[in-house]
């Protein structure tokens, strides 16, 4: 029989699949988790308080990390141009938007050490996501939307009814963001990230400062940099 993996990034939907999944008696070898290194602290935190549950039920626990540190990747790497096969420039710079190296390499390890143990992989995406199912890969499974219809506020409502909810600097993640990914995720909205200047000031720096290295601004037409020419783009610290 098929070893079965409970894929988890520690977000809402992925920990309401792994209750749904316990909760309902489904069978459950392994929890694996890629860490990228820039997840909020509140991710780590809620995966550290779900680890003695795991072993409580007899599931094993795997980490997975990128090869190279994402900041490295974002800023150190050397970058080849494909045309010409030179170095053209240093660091991928900015994850997200339509280039998302980072969940490139994501996607690649956890596909590969599925295939590695021929094992079923439960994937949480919810049942209002659909855009997000796979591309019809035969060994994973998305019972939150297949088996149990749940939209992501049902994940959220039972996350936060199990306990699970990603206090970061006085407040729910999911309060003041839409999506809990990598703090640097390109993909924030203003909103989220005008969210994040108020409520969660230590990330916000460290936007700032990321976008000063990378040398680019993170929202198109918008700076974080306190200080930056702003006669052509509005400051999001305003
Ligand atoms: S969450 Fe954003 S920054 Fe993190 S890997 Fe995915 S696209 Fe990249």
Not at 33 to 48: K, S
Not at 175 to 198: H, Q
């Amino acid at each position: 029989m098929s070893a079965s993996i409970a894929s988890v990034s520690w977000g809402k939907d992925s920990m309401a699949m792994l209750w749904m999944l316990i909760d309902s008696g489904t069978p459950v070898d392994e929890v694996i988790f890629f860490d990228t290194g820039m997840e909020f602290d509140a991710i780590y935190r809620e995966r550290d308080r779900m680890l003695p549950v795991l072993a409580e039920h007899g599931i094993r626990y795997t980490e997975l990390r990128p090869k190279n540190p994402m900041w490295w990747n974002m800023l150190c790497r050397p970058v080849k141009s494909r045309k010409t096969g030179e170095v053209h420039k240093t660091g991928y710079g900015w994850c997200g938007g339509a280039c998302r190296w980072g969940t490139t390499e994501k996607t690649r390890a956890l596909d590969r050490y599925a295939k590695e143990r021929n094992a079923v992989v439960y994937v949480g995406i919810a049942a209002d996501e659909t855009e997000r199912l796979g591309k019809g890969e035969p060994w994973k499974r998305y019972p939150l939307a297949e088996r149990w219809g749940m939209s992501e506020s049902d994940c959220l409502a039972l996350c936060y009814r199990k306990g699970n909810e990603w206090v970061e600097g006085g407040v729910r993640l999911y309060d003041v963001l839409d999506r809990v990914s990598c703090w640097c995720c390109r993909n924030k909205n203003m909103r989220e990230l005008s969210a994040m200047r108020k409520n969660l000031p230590n990330y916000f720096e460290r936007l700032v400062a990321l976008e000063r290295a990378i040398g680019e601004p993170m929202k198109k037409n918008h700076v974080l940099c306190p200080g930056q020419n702003t006669t052509e783009t509005e400051r999001i610290t305003k």
